[in-house]
């Protein structure tokens, strides 16, 4: 079993930046690959960003290339997302999660765990 936790999320205006941080705990972190998800409001859970188990290997969706990165540390078992230049459509609860085997994915049904999610909400 491997639980996560995320944080970092809170109220920040358009331009301003967060780093969103996801906590691993259980399995040996520096064995999974790592993803970030969002949900906005009335739609559906989305790709943001993916990261293999070493940290070399990383994909964006293309909404948030040049603006998020992703990294991580396995020596503190934490995953992160700096964001930047935020924009009012990034407004979304993020979600941290975690795939057992396998290479970076899009996909959700790719990962295993789930966090329970931070809020992100950008204002105009």
């Known amino acids: 079993q491997v639980q996560l936790v995320e944080s970092g999320g809170g109220l920040v205006q358009a331009g301003g930046s967060l780093r969103l941080s996801c906590a691993a705990s259980?399995?040996?972190?520096?064995?999974?690959?790592m993803g970030w998800f969002r949900r906005a409001p009335g739609k559906e859970r989305e790709f943001v960003a993916s990261i293999n188990s070493s940290g070399t290997i990383t994909s964006y969706a293309d909404s948030v290339k040049g603006r998020f990165t992703i990294s991580r540390d396995n020596a503190k078992n934490t995953m992160y997302l700096q964001i930047n230049s935020l924009k009012p459509e990034d407004t979304a609860v993020y979600y941290c999660?975690?795939?057992?085997?396998?290479?970076?994915?899009?996909?959700?049904?790719?990962?295993?765990?789930w966090g329970q999610g931070t809020q992100v909400t950008v204002s105009s």
């Open positions: 259980g399995r040996t972190f520096s064995f999974l690959t």
């Open positions: 999660a975690a795939r057992r085997g396998g290479s970076i994915s899009s996909f959700t049904k790719d990962y295993d765990y």
